[in-house]
C-alpha cells in the first residue's frame, strides 16, 4: 500500500459501530472476563486501544516490528539511552538537537555513561572514534541546525561492525521521506510534536525498533511498562488525525522550502543557505539516495548578528518561535534556543553562530512567506545599520 493511503487509513479495525475514525479510549483500566481472561487490554499505561492503533500505524510507516507512543521525543530518546548500562559509551552527531546533548552531558554522566560527539557525515570520523565501549551510533540526518547528510546504511555498517545499535532521529524528514530501519538502522526515535503532529496542538514522542524480539525491545517493553512514559489516549487521536495528513503537507512544505531557499540564496543579506534540496548542498547525491523528499528546514546566516537579531522583530506572518514541522511557519534562534546549552566547542565545530537562523517551512503560500521574509529582511539590515 502507498504510504499516503496507510497514512489516511491506518491499521483501523472497525468497532460494532463501524466508527470512520479511531474511537478515544478512556478507560484507564479493563473488565476480565473471568480468572486467567483478558481482552488484551488490562492496565491503560500498559496498553490502550487507542494508542495501540497509534503504535501499530508507526510502526508500519517506519517499516519496524513495534513501536511505542511516548509523551515527548525526549521520553522517546531519554528510553534509547535508558537501556546503557554503567561503563557503556555514546557516539552521537556532533550537529544535533541540544536537549539530546543535555540528557547525555547532564543526566547520563551521573550513571556512567559516556558521550562523544563527531561529525557523522564523515564516515573516517566516525570510525576513528567508535571504540570497544561504544554500544549506541545516535544520529540525525539531515542534522540540526546545519543540515549535514550521513549515510545511514554506511554507518548501520560501522556500528554492527563495532557491536553497537545505530538509532536515528528521523523527526526532521518523518517516514514519509526517510525510513531509517530500512536502511540498516536497529532503532528510529521520534519527535512526534514535529511532522507527525503537524499542527503544533501536540507534544509526543515515538520509539521504532527493526526486531520485536530484540533486547533493545525487551528493554523497552520493560521500561515504559515499569516508567510510564506512555501517551495518553486524546493525544494519540491527535495524532492519528494528524497522520491522515502528513503526505500532503510535507510534500507542499518540501515544495515551497524548494522555492525559498532559492530566493534566500539571492538576498544580498544572507551570506549561507543550508537546505538539502539545493543540488550543490554537498549532501544532496546521498540525501536523493537514501530519502524520497528533502523535507522542509532551511538554515541560513545572515551578515551580521544584529540583522539576525533585529528580523526576529520584524516578522509579520511567520512566527519566532522554537519547534519545527507544524502548518504554521517558524522561524527559531538556534544559539539562544533550540542549541542554547550546546557546549561552546560542539558550536564552533560545526559553525552554528549568531549569525544563523533556522526556518521552519509551514503550509502557507509561498509568495506569502517570501513577502514576509523580505520585509523583514529589509527592515533588519536598515535597523541594524542605524544601531552601528
Ligand atoms: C530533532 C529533535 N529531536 C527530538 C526533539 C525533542 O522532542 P520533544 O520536544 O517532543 O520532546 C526535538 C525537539 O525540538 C527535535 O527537534
Known sequence: ??????????????????????????????????????????????A????????????????????????????????????????????????LYGGTVRLANDIYTRYGVTADYVDTSDLSAVNDAIHPKTR????????????????????????????????????????????????????VVHSG?????????CIAGFLVVRDANSAAAKDFELLIKSEGPNLGPIDSWLMLRSIKTLGIRVERQAETSLQIAEWLRKQDAVTDVYYVGLP?????????KQASGNGSM???????????????????????????GGVES?????????HAEMPKELLERTGLDDRLLRFSVGLEDAADLIADLDQALQAAVKQAGKDE
Open 1 to 46: 500500500m502507498n504510504d499516503t493511503t496507510l497514512e489516511i487509513h491506518g491499521c483501523h479495525q472497525f468497532d460494532e459501530a463501524g466508527s470512520i475514525s479511531t474511537p478515544i479510549h478512556l478507560s484507564a483500566t479493563y473488565r476480565h472476563p473471568g480468572f486467567h481472561q483478558s481482552t488484551g487490554y488490562d492496565y491503560g499505561r500498559v
Open 48 to 95: 490502550n486501544p487507542t494508542r495501540t492503533e497509534l503504535e501499530q500505524l508507526i510502526a508500519k510507516l517506519e517499516r519496524g516490528e513495534r513501536s511505542w507512543a511516548l509523551s515527548s521525543g525526549m521520553a522517546a530518546i531519554n528510553m534509547v539511552f535508558h537501556t546503557f548500562r554503567p561503563g557503556d559509551h555514546i557516539l552521537l552527531s556532533e550537529d
Open 136 to 187: 549506541g551510533l545516535f544520529i540525525e540526518t539531515p542534522s540540526n541546525p546545519m543540515m549535514r547528510i550521513s549515510d545511514i546504511c554506511a554507518l548501520a555498517d560501522i556500528a554492527h561492525k563495532n557491536n553497537a545499535l545505530l538509532i536515528v532521529d528521523n523527526t526532521f524528514l518523518s517516514p514519509h521521506f526517510q525510513k531509517p530501519l530500512t536502511l540498516g538502522a536497529d532503532i
Open 193 to 201: 510534536t514535529k511532522y507527525l503532529c503537524g499542527h503544533n496542538d
Open 280 to 288: 550543490d548542498h554537498p549532501g544532496y547525491a546521498l540525501q536523493q
Open 298 to 324: 532551511i538554515s541560513f546566516k545572515v551578515k551580521s548578528a544584529a540583522v539576525a537579531q533585529a528580523l526576529l522583530g520584524e516578522l509579520k506572518l511567520i512566527c519566532f518561535a522554537e519547534s519545527l
Open 330 to 338: 517558524l522561524l527559531t534562534y538556534p544559539i539562544a534556543q533550540t
